[in-house]
């Protein structure tokens, strides 16, 4: 009895979790997002994750997001409306 405990508790052990990842959004400027979130930009097509939120020099919120080799970090500006 104590044998098959001890496989299933090392069954348990060696199989791996595997992490699924949601969709990327679309990126739109009125939105908000958040770290860790993937992204697609609609002009350069190319997808990211979300790395950090901050601010730009003159105070707009933005994010900074990591679309790899094809394009490298970008800051994007988010939560974004125009005010007439």
Request: some cysteine; proline content about 6%.
């Amino acid at each position: 009895m104590a044998e098959k405990k001890k496989s299933t508790e090392k069954k348990a052990k060696t199989k791996k979790e595997t992490k699924v990842e949601a969709p990327a959004v679309v990126y739109r400027p009125h939105e908000t997002y958040e770290v860790g979130q993937r992204i697609k930009h609609p002009v350069w097509g190319a997808e990211g994750k979300v790395k950090s939120c901050t601010e730009t020099p003159e105070g707009f919120p933005c994010i900074i997001v990591d679309f790899g080799k094809e394009v490298g970090k970008r800051r994007l500006i988010v939560d974004y409306s125009l005010k007439l």
